[in-house]
């Protein structure tokens, strides 16, 4: 699903988010991203959805040279990636269903189904009576979370999250997690960049830790 | 769901989060149109009066002598050389005598004393329809004034003149509000929308972000500039017709709009004038596009 040769990305002076990446994730994987902060995790990821551009390397999304795409194309594939940003990017004043309800508009879901999986995801997440809420009224945790529903609410094939659970309690971090479980049950491959180590160790999953820009461990979890 | 539901939701959102600065452009787009179409309306009847008018028009070449049939050929042939003309009349003294007895009427025998060729021969000159404009026909009536054994030339001159200078002066009122309305459509419209997207880009951004295609992005302010000339052209020539109407009613009976036979538009230039403040309001949402949305 994900092909990373040699990629690297420098920032304006000379910054070295990220350089000689070189992994590969399966369709279908649950991939672990770690590292200390400032590690590159996010940099990562946003090159992965093509929010950002490699200063050098290749990248290879779902079979396509992702900085190669271009309008309808690039669109497109973006409808089938589901991302939950660290700084979850929710429009403050919006309520909590219709920023969930953003991705799956785009991609002209019928108001009925949107309105449906709304609910479902809201019931899983534990926010039902915050449907109408806005979402700039809402804590850090709830919005997090309504980021994450963002993200794969449109039932997308590649679902990247970024810090998922850092404001949550450990109840709350499980219910997330079970709902990112379920969309891999579901066929989705799925990435997550975190420091909260219980929700990897006690898999069986890929981990990848950066430190400084660079690859320093590829393994498993605990569980293993 | 289909493509144009989902434009129309988010032009609707547009249309609501701004609605302040929307309503203002309308009003402005409906004024330059009312002053526009105010403005047409009253030359596109000056130029009808005009056409009418011109139907009528003769250039009476008034002759020293009583030419002769040899006279007559060689007139008809100077004058047509210059320019094909409708008809040529020769008009003898005697003729013109007639003639001028006939308009008097009853008090004809004002005449008794005259001899019968007191005035002179004439030629009446029916120019042709496309001869129009006041220089041609000035030209012509020079033309004429030259040629030998003529006294003077009349055709009505100084009315026509005035005439002429007046719809010149309306053309160009005709031209400064037609200019008035593309900088008001154009530049108001471009204006909110940068506006609408400037209010927005955080919306926008996330909207790429999320697969969002270009269309699906930039239809909604297209159509938002497409709804302001729709709604501001028809409520702008909708304020003219009542006020045609009103003045219709309260001025009616001889005066001055009988005697131009004042019409409205015919439907060709209300829907081309709809159309035309339509394009404008386009042209400015979507320069405004191209400008603010980095896509
Ligand atoms: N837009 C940017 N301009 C300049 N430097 C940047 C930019 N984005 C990231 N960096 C730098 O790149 C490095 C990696 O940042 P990144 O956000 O990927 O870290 P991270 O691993 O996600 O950290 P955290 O765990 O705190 O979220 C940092 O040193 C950061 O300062
Ligand atoms: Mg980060």
């Known amino acids: 699903m994900i092909e990373m040769i040699k990629v690297g990305r420098t920032y304006d002076p000379d910054i070295t988010a990220l350089s000689d990446i070189s992994f590969s994730v399966e369709t279908g994987e649950m991939f672990f991203l770690i590292g200390r902060s400032g590690a590159g995790k996010t940099t990562l990821l946003k090159l992965i959805c093509n929010m950002e551009t490699p200063s050098n390397g290749l990248i290879e999304v779902a079979g396509y040279n992702i900085n190669k795409l271009k309008g309808k194309d690039l669109a497109h594939l973006r409808q089938r990636i589901g991302v939950a940003y660290q700084d979850f990017k929710l429009l403050n004043d919006r309520t909590v269903a219709e920023n969930i309800a953003i991705s799956m508009e785009v991609s002209y879901k019928k108001p009925r189904a949107i309105k449906n999986r709304v609910r479902e995801l809201l019931d899983q997440l534990q926010l039902v009576d915050k449907h109408d809420t806005l979402t700039g009224e809402l804590s850090r945790g709830e919005q997090q979370r309504v980021a994450l529903a963002r993200a794969v609410a449109n039932s997308p094939r590649l679902i990247l999250v970024d810090e998922p659970t850092g404001n949550l309690d450990a109840s709350t971090t499980k219910q997330v997690m079970e709902l990112l479980t379920r969309s891999n049950k579901a066929g989705a491959t799925i990435v997550i960049a975190t420091h909260d180590e219980s929700i990897y160790q006690q898999s069986n999953h890929r981990i990848m830790e950066l430190s400084n820009g660079r690859i320093s461990s590829l393994t498993r979890g605990g569980k293993a | ?295």
């Open chain 2, 1 to 295: 769901m289909n493509f144009w539901f989902a434009v129309l939701r988010q032009t609707g959102r547009n249309l609501r989060q701004t609605w302040t600065s929307q309503f203002m452009t309308f009003l402005t787009v409906s004024l330059s149109v009312l002053i526009f179409a105010f403005f047409y309306l009253i030359y596109t009847n000056m130029i009808g009066a005009a056409d009418r008018l011109s139907d009528d028009l003769r250039l009476i070449v008034y002759l020293e002598d009583e030419p002769g049939v040899e006279m007559q050929k060689q007139l008809r042939r100077k004058i047509t050389n210059f320019d094909d003309v409708e008809e040529i009349h020769f008009i003898s003294k005697a003729e013109a005598y007639e003639r001028f007895a006939k308009q008097l009427g009853n008090d004809s025998d004002v005449l008794a004393d005259m001899p019968k060729d007191f005035l002179p021969a004439s030629i009446e000159v029916v120019p042709l329809k496309s001869l129009r404009g006041y220089s041609q026909i000035k030209l012509f009536s020079e033309y004429l004034a030259s040629l030998p054994g003529t006294e003077k030339v009349q055709y009505g001159q100084e009315w026509v003149e005035r005439f002429y200078y007046f719809t010149r002066l309306l053309t160009i009122v005709v031209l400064l509000s037609g200019t008035l309305l593309i900088l008001t459509a154009t530049f108001m419209v471009a204006y909110t929308i940068r506006l609408t997207i400037m209010g927005r880009q955080a919306e926008l951004e996330l909207l790429k972000l999320v697969g969002a295609t270009n269309s699906y992005i930039r239809t909604p302010f297209l159509i938002e500039g497409l709804l302001q000339g729709l709604m501001g052209s028809i409520i702008g020539l909708s304020a003219l017709y009542g006020l045609f109407q009103w003045i219709s009613s309260h001025f009616a009976g001889p005066g001055l709009l009988n005697l131009f036979h004042f019409n409205f538009f015919p439907p060709v230039v209300i829907a081309s004038i709809i159309l035309g403040s339509i394009c404008l309001c386009s042209l400015g949402s979507y320069t405004s596009i191209r400008k603010f949305l980095r896509i």
